[in-house]
């Protein structure tokens, strides 16, 4: 009875727009109730969730990116990719995609590279000819690339819940990432030379070089990140400190684009969207508490291995599981519920948990760019000032790019384990 109601409440709030730390709040809180167990519970357990020392990390990883980005990076990061790739057929879409991968390796976060690129390139792209939607569809999906390619929020909170090192799971990332960019490219070609998009004259190695230059400094971080975790001389939150002072120092006084004033209103902003995902991890800890109390993910794991102890079944299983959640939940709440239990039955069939971690991340990122409840989505969708469904539309080809290369990674284990193990083994 109890369980009914708490996905009863669950499903509820998800379907009447309330957020879904609220919504997994409100669903814990109904079934203490209803179980006579005291409502104390709940902030106990949402501490000892939050209470986890790389989690720290998360403040820093954001406070960093959005330094970074009032400090001129976003321009400078276009620029160089426009340089390498803007003088293909469809080069506003390829520069883009170009962008996402060097801007999601600073934020972390799939939203920020919507919302920050988005506004560059939506409105450039549609100046320059090409269809609002495909504009926008094109910004949603490479979005995804940022939380793949290091760093990574949900892949630190992916460490926390597991004890991965989340070293490892950086660079486990990296050629998923590379490889879903790629793959994205190769689509929005074949897509641009069909419909005659346009593109730019080439305008020679020397702007390449001038615009690397001008973003270096910005580049620079991600291996400053790399570099600091792989050799072990900061944790990830001391790294993650030790990229904020750096972002604040490159936007300050290399960049000079990065005024004092405006950074307690950086503060500020980074630490409300920290706040907000770490208020997630609190009421996704309960809910988490609840349904192991309940023993639902050791149902879970005995129902799919009564159909099937194949590993590549499971697989499959799995991913079609993620690929449905991630319809509906946000991929943190979807991560701190899901991932244990899936990461017991995936242990059970052989597979490695650094190699599922990864596949499991790259399946919640493309639930990010699609309906209901794609955040970037509906962040894309509102800059280019369009209804949902032509964005949606015009996404599917790389949404099925998007889950080949998913395949791919989930079928074929070096392509996430090979890096760690020759950098960090």
Known sequence: MEVTILFSVFIAGLALGIPVAITLGISSLAYLILAGIPPVVMPQ????????????????????????????????????ANALVGWIRGGLGLTNIAASMLFGGITGTAVADAASIGGVMIPGMKKAGYPPAFA???????????????????????????????????LAGAIPGILMGLAMM????????????????????????????????????TFLIIYGLLSGLATPTETAVIASVYAFFVGAFIYRELPIRAVPTILCDSAISAAGILALVGFANVFGWILVSERIPQAIAAGVLSLTDNKFLVILIINLLLLFVGMFMETIAALIIL????????????????????????????????????????VCAGIARLPLAPVVVAILPFLLTNILVLLAVSYFPPLATWLPSVLAP
């Not at 939050?50 to 400078?76: E, H, W, Y």
């Not at 242990?347 to 399946?363: E, S």
């Open 45 to 80: 357990k949402m501490y000892a969730g939050m209470d986890v020392f790389v989690l720290l990390s998360i403040p820093g990883f954001i406070l960093a990116g959005n330094l970074m980005n009032r400090g001129g990076i976003t321009q400078r990061i276009i620029r160089f």
């Open 136 to 170: 926008a569809a094109i910004t949603a999906a490479s979005s995804t690339v940022g939380p793949i390619i290091p760093p990574s929020v949900p892949m630190i909170i992916v460490g926390a819940l597991s004890g991965i090192s989340v070293g490892k799971m950086f």
């Open 186 to 221: 190769v689509t929005c070609y074949i897509i641009s030379a069909r419909r005659g998009f346009p593109h730019q004259p080439w305008r020679g190695w020397s702007e390449v070089a001038r615009s690397f230059g001008g973003a270096f400094w910005a580049l620079a971080m």
């Open 339 to 378: 991932f244990v239990p899936l990461l017991s039955l995936a242990t059970a069939v052989g597979i490695d948990p650094l190699h599922f971690a990864t596949f499991a991340v790259l399946n919640l990122m493309i639930g990010l760019t699609t309906p209901p409840v794609g955040v970037c989505l509906f």
